[in-house]
């Protein structure tokens, strides 16, 4: 990944341009990873977005990094529309790192748990 290779070199400009790349791919239309209704096809989404996302917080370390936080605020816009509840505990169980960082970064945008329980429970 472009990301990783720019940022084990400090190439600033080029991490700025893959985290740019990112967001204008995520927020293209109103439903970035939208699904088709083929179970196959859902299947392959997911597992698509589990690897993007299993890569981006194993190859990333700081918890500030701009690409996590590009793939945090994309989970929390579309939430209900990436994965389905039981592909988000796997990569939760998977990659703990994101896990911490979800509930932090959901709990922080909303403002408190009520607000992430009720968040989740009608996304």
């Known amino acids: 990944m ?25 927020n293209a239309n109103s ?4 699904f088709s209704t083929s179970t196959e096809d859902q299947k392959t989404k997911d597992s698509e977005i589990i690897g993007l996302i299993r890569y981006v917080f194993q190859q990333t370390h700081d918890k500030s990094d701009p690409l996590r936080m590009a793939v ?11 994965i389905d509840e ?12 994101f896990g911490a960082a979800y509930a932090s970064f959901m709990m922080k ?12 429970r009608f996304a």
């Open 72 to 82: 945090l605020k994309t989970m929390k816009k579309n939430y209900s529309r990436i």
């Open 109 to 120: 945008s909303l403002g408190s748990l009520e607000a992430v329980e009720s968040y989740l």
């Open 2 to 26: 472009v990301y990783t290779a720019a940022d084990q070199y400090d190439i600033a400009p080029l991490k700025k341009l893959a985290v740019d790349k990112f967001v204008a791919v995520a």
């Open 86 to 97: 039981n592909c988000l505990f796997e990569l939760v169980h998977e990659v703990p790192d």
């Open 31 to 34: 439903r970035p990873w939208e």
